[in-house]
C-alpha cells in the first residue's frame, strides 16, 4: 500500500524559515511533486523533482525561496521555504506521480500525480 504523508508544517513569523518533509513508502523511482492550496483559491504547483533528484522544476510563481530535494536512501523528499511571507499560507501537499520523471510542461497541473498526502499546513504571521 503507498502512502504519502507530510510533515513540518507549522505558525511562523514573516522572515522565517520552515522545511517540509514528505515520506513515501509502498512506492520507489517516482517523480515527486509539492503542491499547495490556500483558502479560496485554486491549487497550484510548487515543485518537482526527478526520481533520480535531477532535474527539478518550480512553479511560475515561484522563486529561489524554495528548494526542493530528496533522499532516496530514506524515501525522503524536502520542501525549504526561507524568507516565508504570509502569502505563502497554504495546505502543503506532496504527491507521488505516475512517472519518474515531472512532465516539464505541465506537471503543476498535478494531473499526473497518482498518490497524495493528506498535507501540512503552514501558516506566515505579518
Known amino acids: 500500500q503507498v502512502q504519502v504523508m507530510e510533515s513540518g508544517g507549522g505558525l511562523v513569523q514573516t522572515g522565517g524559515s520552515l522545511r517540509l518533509s514528505c515520506t513515501l513508502s509502498?512506492?520507489?523511482?517516482?517523480?515527486m511533486g509539492w503542491f499547495r492550496q490556500a483558502p479560496g483559491k485554486e491549487r497550484e504547483g510548487v515543485s518537482c523533482?526527478?526520481?533520480?533528484?535531477?532535474?527539478?522544476y518550480y512553479g511560475n510563481s515561484m522563486n529561489d525561496r524554495f528548494t526542493i530535494s530528496r533522499d532516496n536512501a530514506k524515501n525522503m523528499v524536502y520542501l525549504q521555504i526561507d524568507n516565508l511571507k504570509p502569502e505563502d499560507t497554504a495546505l502543503y501537499y506532496c504527491?507521488?506521480?505516475?512517472?519518474?520523471?515531472?512532465?516539464?510542461?505541465?506537471?503543476?497541473?498535478?494531473?499526473?500525480?497518482?498518490?497524495w498526502g493528506r498535507g501540512t499546513q503552514v501558516t506566515v504571521s505579518s
Open positions: 509502498g512506492l520507489t523511482g517516482a517523480a
Open positions: 504527491a507521488a506521480g505516475l512517472y519518474n520523471y515531472c512532465l516539464r510542461d505541465s506537471w503543476s497541473r498535478g494531473d499526473t500525480f497518482y498518490y
Open positions: 523533482i526527478h526520481a533520480s533528484g535531477h532535474p527539478s
